[in-house]
């Protein structure tokens, strides 16, 4: 069978180890310092005999008594707390109690320093404590010295520890099966919200991008995850949308002049015609052929720019000539509509692009042209502000709806769509001027009123090198 490989599952076994490892420690821990306590409680308690014990000792004219000793040795009852003991002088071992293990065996006292714990030949293993005392002797106030030597066995302590040592290997797995569930009961509870999020991602396609992830209710990592990917929907969405109707009114604009070009081509072929009707003919077809050129053209050079792989030629060019040239080239188009144009420009001198920028200033003049009325006026501007060159281009045209203008930059959106071919407009100009300005890092901004007129603001650094 094949174990799923979920989150919730690795967390809950992680969540498991390290609770495991937690139990182990911890009762390591416990059975350390039960163990050291024991240790020094029995060191006390073997300390604490060493007082009746001496006052049981006698010395009888300057040698130990062995037969007091013995004699008083059940009246200590040492025996009923497993304690032993032995007494030495200097080298010699002068008495041992009844209970004393006869499979240990200890150097004199004087010769070795034993450690705490020692260990006998059968595996035992007993704690020693040696303590030197004085004993008087009887009718007299001379003392001689000599080693009290306790013990007893760590049986008593292993007791304790081994209850401790058995209550853990019967606690610890309970507790380790506990923590496994309750973790994976609680990572699974806590990423329940990545589950429905998954299943409605799964969902979303092309044709459902309207469609949003569920947000948890606290404003957790989850719920930041699925407002970020929410709005990354509305982003792709936005972007699809956008794509499609690009899509539509690309087909669209080429399909009106293919249709006007096939039907006057129809017309034309029905029967046989003066050869002045048959360059009427192909003069309009030509006219087609050069309007679907002018949109390819323009859709050539936004996708190059989409791409990356338009390019820009910096050159140190004066902008006021660069608008003169412009304007001299849209003047027969601006007297045909009896418009006048005037130009207020001081010489500044920036690094640009003056094919890019020749551009821009004709597709804005053009425009400005194109919706004017006969018998207005048209006004352009040039003036340096700090690191920037200033450039105002005001008409006094049909204007734009308040509506349409945060849309006027989109790819063939036009505000006044009934007249798109008499003014022979593709919707394109804008968004190549917009991606020039950008392309020079500057700022393009555009204030319109119906009736009243556009006022077009363009803001170009004089050092591109700088921006």
């Known amino acids: 069978m094949k174990i799923p490989n979920t989150i919730s599952l690795r967390l809950a076994l992680w969540y498991t180890l390290l609770v495991f490892l937690a139990l182990v420690c911890f009762g390591w821990l416990i059975l350390w310092i039960t163990a050291n306590e024991t240790y020094d409680q029995q060191r006390s308690m073997l300390k604490e005999k060493t007082i009746p014990i001496a006052e049981h000792l006698d010395v009888d004219r300057g040698k130990f008594d062995k037969e007091h000793i013995e004699d008083k040795e059940q009246e200590l009852r040492l025996h009923e707390y497993g304690i032993f003991f032995e007494v030495w002088d200097n ?7 009844r209970n004393f293990p006869l499979d240990l065996e200890l150097p004199p006292p004087a010769e070795s320093d034993l450690p705490d ?26 003392s001689f010295p000599f080693f009290l030597r306790l013990g007893r066995s760590d049986l008593y302590v292993e007791r304790i520890l081994d209850r401790i040592r058995v209550l853990s290997l019967f606690l610890i797995p309970i507790a380790v099966a506990i923590a496994a569930f309750s973790g994976w009961i ?7 919200p990545v589950d429905e999020i998954t299943r409605t991602a799964q969902n979303i396609s092309v044709h459902s991008l309207d469609r949003r992830l569920p947000e948890p209710r606290y404003d957790d990592e989850l719920g930041r995850l699925s407002k970020t990917f929410n709005a990354l929907l509305e982003r792709i969405q936005a972007g699809v949308e956008k794509i499609q109707r690009f899509s539509a009114d690309a087909s669209h604009e080429l399909r009106t002049p293919l249709t006007v070009l096939h039907g ?10 003066l050869p002045k009707e048959y360059q009427r003919v192909l003069k309009s077809g030509l006219q087609e052929i050069g309007w679907m050129e002018k949109i390819v053209n323009n859709l050539l050079t936004l996708s190059r720019a989409d791409s990356g792989q338009a390019t820009l030629e910096i050159q140190n060019v004066d902008l006021a000539q ?9 003047r027969n188009a601006a007297e045909a509509k009896k418009i006048n144009m005037h130009l207020h420009a001081e010489s500044i001198h920036a690094r640009v692009d003056p094919d890019r920028i020749r551009q821009l200033f004709i597709n804005l003049l053009d425009n400005a042209i194109k919706y004017s009325p006969g018998d207005r006026e048209i006004n352009v501007e040039l003036n340096p502000h700090e690191d920037e060159a200033v450039l105002v281009f005001q008409d006094q045209g049909i204007g734009i709806p308040p509506e349409d203008l945060p849309y006027v930059f989109e790819r063939f959106y036009r505000a006044d769509k009934s007249r798109s071919r ?20 500057g700022t393009l901004e555009i204030d319109s009123e119906p009736e009243k007129g556009t006022t077009v603001t363009v803001r170009l650094p004089l050092d591109q090198e700088k921006s």
């Open 322 to 330: 660069l608008l003169k040239d412009s304007i001299e080239m849209n």
């Open 186 to 192: 609680l990572a699974r509870r806590a990423l329940r």
């Open 264 to 273: 006057e081509m129809e017309v034309a072929l029905r029967k046989e015609r």
């Open 91 to 97: 080298k010699r071992l002068l008495f041992r109690s």
């Open 422 to 441: 008499e003014l022979h407009g593709s919707g394109l100009g804008l968004s190549i001027c917009q991606w020039i300005v950008k392309a020079h890092h």
């Open 117 to 142: 714990i020692v260990k006998a030949e059968n595996t035992y293993r007993y704690q020693i404590l040696t303590e030197p005392i004085s004993i008087y002797e009887s009718g007299s106030k001379k």
